[in-house]
């Protein structure tokens, strides 16, 4: 609903920064209390390098892209296809890492297919309100 508006007023750009800017802001303090500042001034150039890839595409490009979903598609929509993020990871773990796929794995697949299947479905009001009304004799 936020994404929605939000999208309308700033576009999805600008949105995702101001989401994503204010995510971090009330992260911080958490953050610092847990342990400071050491675990990260104390990281190697790769695991910085990791940290950068992952806050510019697993958050900020999917993010825009998402909002952009929002714009073109609708809010509703757009949220439902958000379920197909678990399949795609373990997909991506399967091709890219050789994991194995269990039958937990499996069932949870299903459960995802079968509740985006549900969310697309028309509602009943929709199919009512599409219906002709009969005027009675």
Excluded: C, N
Aim: hydrophobic share 55%; proline share 3%.
């Amino acid at each position: 609903m936020l994404g929605k508006s939000a999208t309308a007023r700033f576009g999805a750009v600008t949105a995702t920064l101001y989401a994503t800017a204010t995510g971090a802001i009330m992260l911080l303090p958490f953050s610092i209390a847990e342990s400071g500042w050491s675990k990260l001034s104390g990281g190697d150039a790769a695991a910085l390098v990791s940290i950068l890839y992952l806050a510019v595409f697993g958050t900020v490009l999917a993010f825009v892209f998402f909002y952009e979903g929002v714009s073109r598609i609708g809010a509703s929509r757009a949220t439902a296809f958000a379920l197909l993020v678990p399949i795609f990871g373990v997909l991506g773990s399967v091709l890219v890492l050789g994991e194995s796929i269990g039958a937990g794995t499996l069932v949870g697949g299903v459960v995802i297919l079968v509740g985006l299947w549900l969310v697309q479905q028309p509602s009943r009001e929709r199919k009512t309100a599409a219906e002709p009304h009969l005027a009675a004799d």
